[in-house]
């Protein structure tokens, strides 16, 4: 594990480096860029020669990719993006945030799972509907990481950033509670799908995951209050987000959704009412480097795992088409709330624009997709689609942003 670590970190700092020293991309894009570039060639090596590669590819496959990133990393993330969201705004942006997190999650859900039966159904793929529909829950969140990573480089109307980012922030828990609720259903047979069981399962991830996350971010907040040493106190808020997490997962509630809940509470009242100034600039720039240094280390991870990506031309046609039709569903799964909440907007087609096409896909989809190997029917073909969804949303739609908002 040691020797995991050690090559994972120096290839994050080699390419880190290479990005800010000649590429000078957002580090998110320019990371992943050359972790793609360096996964394909590798494939390709492979393809002639494959003793050469056989001790990565061992090195990668004995890698869960799936819990590093659901059990471990998503937790630091999500609460170093929540711990700088203020909430004042977002309770300003609270109806549209809560309407985009919720209803478009599952409104697009059903749009890209009932799509993709319909396309995959061209190339003679049968699969069941609910299948599809578990592809469309872990496609359809947009990634705070990704989000968070990209946009923060770039001016935007900061009422615009808030819904984006604060959206981001909660459809992500709740893509992974639409997610585990499906996968329950398809698992669990036919008492698997009554409204009081599935009730159950979304009511236990939501309410518990929340609830979690409030308590927890409490006990912090109290802890924090009491004394002023910015060590001990930035222990405190480890301790949160490790505890947190765990707890959360001990009684089957959202963990996403307690980091993010717990965030938002030590990030705003924390910092208003139990750190001094100096306890203050202390957090926010250790979560910062936290944030940054697993930024990293997450997107160079995404890179090379296209290396075990199986590869065949029938699914990189369909994952091709899968992009249009994960793009539609953006668009139309935001209709609703945008027009409700965002009648008086002055630019609403430009708004509109950058909230399709600001709504990255990342490392959640993938992990989320790699959790279903050789689990489900058509799980191969779930990941390759997976891969091309994410890749052109931060290559392409990542790169291309700037010159949307730059209408502004």
Known sequence: MLNFFAILISLSALFGYINHRWLKLPTTIGVMLISVVLGITLKSIESFNSDYISPLRNF??????????????????????????????????????????????????????????????????????????????????????????????????????????????????????????????????????????????????????????????????????????????????????????????????????????????????????????????????FWELIDEICNTILFVLMGLEIFLVPFDYIYLIIGLILIGVALFARYVSLLPAFFIFNRREKRKSLNLAVLTWGGLRGGISIALALSLVNKIEGSSLFIVSTYCIVLFSILVQGLSIKKLLGKY
């Not at 993006?81 to 942006?93: D, E, F, S």
């Not at 699969?127 to 529909?133: A, D, N």
């Not at 929340?210 to 971010?217: A, D, H, K, S, T």
């Not at 109290?222 to 947190?244: C, N, P, R, W």
């Open 60 to 285: 990668l496959t004995g890698f869960d990719f799936s819990a590093f990133v659901l059990d471990f990393i998503l937790c630091f993330l999500l609460f170093a993006g929540a711990l700088h969201v203020n909430i004042g705004q977002l309770k300003g942006a609270r109806a549209t945030v809560f309407s985009y997190s919720t209803l478009g999650v599952i409104i697009s859900t059903l749009i890209i799972g009932s799509l993709t039966k319909v396309v995959i159904g061209w190339f003679g793929f049968n699969l069941g509907l609910p299948t599809c529909f578990l592809f469309g829950a872990l496609i359809s969140p947009t990634d705070p990481i990704a989000v968070i990573g990209i946009l923060s480089k770039y001016k935007i109307p900061q009422k615009l950033k808030t819904e984006i980012i604060g959206e981001s922030l909660f459809n992500d828990g709740v893509g992974v509670v639409v997610f585990a609720v499906i996968y329950s259903i398809i698992t669990g047979g036919a008492e698997a799908f009554t409204f009081n069981k599935v009730f159950e399962i979304f009511a236990v991830e939501v309410f518990g995951g929340i609830g979690i996350g409030l308590l927890i971010g409490y006990v912090g907040y109290l802890l924090m209050k009491s004394i002023d040493h910015y060590q001990t106190e930035i222990l405190i808020t480890l301790a949160v987000v490790t505890g947190g997490y765990s707890i959360a997962s001990q009684f089957h509630a959202s963990g996403p959704l307690a980091m993010v809940v717990a965030g938002l509470f030590i990030g705003n009242k924390g910092k208003s009412h139990a750190m001094s100034d100096t306890t203050a600039e202390y957090v926010d720039k």
